[in-house]
């Protein structure tokens, strides 16, 4: 039967309440009630051929409690005159959230409208603007009202978020609404308090001028009179800023992605190598020296190592490609793996061999998701392409 029964009817309803529609007339004033609800009833002639069927329609919809059912009259040729249900109505929002059983959470979502109302009146937008990720936070709600205060009150503070002193409030709550804070911080400050370069997660600190643990750049220098200090050492890690300041006699740099690889990194004259990052080189941006040098990047052979290629070229525009080409590739196939997760938009910075391997692996005419990663290629191998360059 495809009349329109209660079950419909209510799941009219409950999409208003997916969409947040709702709980955010309860901020915003909006009226969305009284309300028509979608109804589908029975043609002339299912009347006449069903007349019992109908009768059950009938009682089933008038039995539906808070809701407004407005009829009409029909004529039977049997039955004479009866009333049959012409438009269905919602009056009240209340009758709504009653029916698909949600008032408990609008009566929380109400105690969070007034506790913001009251705290941080220019919050209430956001409440409007995603109810139901505010009802998620109920719990935690008045802290990061807290915290937002907090902030407002102490702009870039310039300490670790550890020392931040507010009462029921730690860090790790705040690291693991980093988030949402995001959201709240940007209405609630002033611009002049927020860095707006620094997104995501990873930059919350920067963004609201707490300070950050320092980035480490770990390196071994592969030529031991490269450099008096550090020459003698074999695995060297450094705070982003002392390694700015390192300025050694290289002239090459090579990057690498595997631990091993990076261990096990032969000798290589006026040269040193790094632990890569993946897609975080961001903590190289202020090594002025490594603009003088010939930069070397050898990742896995697969759509994310071009793209890591791709991204450190728009930092180093004079950064070659290591052992991540098509001979390689073919050399070592039958050591070729998968790769989960390809990228596939356009990777502006590659040379014409690497742009064509790239679209080659993307587009899977190779092998589907094929991927060489850089510790199954033989040693061997590596010191020839070394001893190349």
């Known amino acids: 039967m495809s009349w329109t029964g209660p079950g419909d009817l209510h799941a009219q309803l409950q999409k208003l309440w997916e969409r947040g529609d709702l709980l955010a007339s309860l901020v915003t004033g909006q009226a ?8 589908k009833g029975p043609s002339s002639a299912e009347m006449s051929d069903r007349f019992d069927d109908v009768r059950s329609w009938i009682s089933e919809l008038r039995a539906m409690p808070h809701g407004r059912v407005e009829l009409r009259e029909f004529r039977h040729r049997v039955f004479g005159t009866n ?5 269905v109505w919602i009056d009240t929002v209340e009758d709504a959230l009653t029916l698909i059983g949600k008032q408990r959470l609008a009566n929380r979502f109400t105690t969070q409208i007034q506790l913001t109302r009251a705290r941080q009146p220019r919050l209430l937008e956001w409440l409007a603007r995603r109810p139901l990720r505010a009802l998620e936070l109920y719990d935690e709600w008045s802290r990061l009202l807290d915290i937002t205060a907090w902030l407002e009150q102490h702009p870039r503070p310039g300490i670790y978020l550890r020392q931040v002193d507010i009462p029921g409030v ?6 693991a609404h980093r988030a949402v804070l995001t959201e709240l911080l940007d209405i609630v400050l002033p611009p002049t308090a927020v860095d707006f370069s620094a997104t995501g997660g990873s930059r919350f600190a920067a963004r609201y001028g707490f300070r950050d643990k320092p980035a480490r750049i770990r390196f071994r220098m592969l030529d031991s009179a490269s450099d008096p200090v550090y020459g003698s050492f074999q695995d060297i890690t450094l705070d982003a800023e002392s390694f700015a300041r390192l300025d050694p006699s290289v002239s090459q740099v090579f990057i690498t992605e595997n631990e091993i690889n990076f261990l096990a990194f032969p000798p ?3 040269s040193l190598v790094l632990f890569g990052a ?7 941006d202020k ?3 490594l603009s003088r040098c010939r930069i070397h990047y050898w990742g896995d052979i697969d759509t994310h190592g071009f793209a890591i290629l791709d991204q450190l070229r728009s930092r ?3 950064v070659d490609s290591l052992l991540m080409d098509r001979t390689t590739m073919l050399e070592f196939k039958t050591l070729w793996g998968t790769e989960e997760k390809q990228v596939l938009h ?11 391997l790239y679209d080659d692996l993307r587009d899977n005419r190779i092998r589907s998701n094929l991927r060489l990663e850089q510790e199954r290629i033989g040693f061997t191998w590596v010191e020839a392409a070394l001893t190349g360059l």
């Open 32 to 39: 969305l009630f009284p309300r028509r609800l979608l109804l």
């Open 83 to 87: 009333s049959i249900p012409h438009e």
């Open 170 to 175: 730690h860090s790790k709550l705040i690291e």
């Open 268 to 270: 290589v004259k006026k």
């Open 278 to 284: 993946g897609y975080g080189f961001e903590m190289l």
């Open 287 to 289: 090594v002025d020296w």
């Open 316 to 318: 180093f525009r004079q």
């Open 346 to 356: 356009d990777l502006s910075r590659l040379t014409r061999e690497e742009r064509e």
